[in-house]
T-cell receptor, first 113, second 117 residues
């Protein structure tokens, strides 16, 4: 079964620290992987999209990596700020079953001022 | 360029009623997908529309249906509402959607919060 897992479910870190969020998936035959953030009661904001042929993508203080062979992706946030507090979701689009994104359950991040 | 818009933002209905939600994709995007988000099940795929045709459907009962118009706007309908249908319904658009491999970045709208009493 194709599944996406995000551990831990919640994370609190002091402002200014660098941090890593984890995402693992069960089938390496992926088209791409996308990271989103979701603020409480809001929709999803796309952060980064990594194609299956790529190893990483960067946008500002965010860097996402992809290791298909191990079924893992990480989202690195540099110099965290209180405004980074949100739930972070990763989503995978597989070759088979590519009609949809399969989401992890998310990591709720709290940045402590 | 305007983002994905969804209307209404909030709805309160009672069991047995039906509801229609609307989604306007980003200009130029032809694919619209719908997802349901609940605390217990997380985000689950409902269906995808492309060029006015339902291309894919998730594992939801027939009470959930949708359509897409020639301008790519999409509507989702839920009939005979049940308490378990209370959720945040999210719409996402992309230029081509599934079947086009690597360039399927999905952009989500703010969602419609449906409460069934």
């Amino acid at each position: 079964k194709q599944e996406v897992t995000q551990i831990p479910a919640a994370l609190s870190v002091p402002e200014g620290e660098n941090l890593v969020l984890n995402c693992s998936f069960t089938d390496s035959a992926i088209y791409n992987l996308q990271w989103f953030r979701q603020d409480p009661g809001k929709g999803l904001t796309s952060l980064l999209l990594i194609q299956s042929s790529q190893r990483e993508q960067t946008s500002g203080r965010l860097n996402a990596s992809l290791d298909k062979s191990s079924g893992r992706s990480t989202l690195y946030i540099a110099a965290s700020q209180p405004g980074d507090s949100a739930t972070y979701l990763c989503a995978v689009r597989w070759f088979f079953g590519n009609e949809k994104l399969t989401f992890g359950t998310g990591t709720r991040l709290t940045i402590i001022p | 360029k305007a983002g994905v818009t969804q209307t209404p933002r909030y709805l309160i209905k009672t069991r047995g009623q039906q509801v229609t939600l609307s989604c306007s994709p980003i200009s130029g995007h032809r694919s619209v997908s719908w997802y349901q988000q609940t605390p217990g099940q997380g985000l689950q795929f409902l269906f995808e529309y492309f060029s006015e045709t339902q291309r894919n459907k998730g594992n939801f009962p027939g009470r959930f249906s949708g359509r897409q118009f020639s301008n790519s706007r999409s509507e989702m309908n839920v009939s005979t509402l049940e308490l378990g249908d209370s959720a945040l319904y999210l719409c996402a658009s992309s230029p081509e959607g599934s079947g086009r491999g690597g360039y399927n970045e999905q952009f989500f709208g703010p969602g419609t919060r449906l409460t069934v009493l």
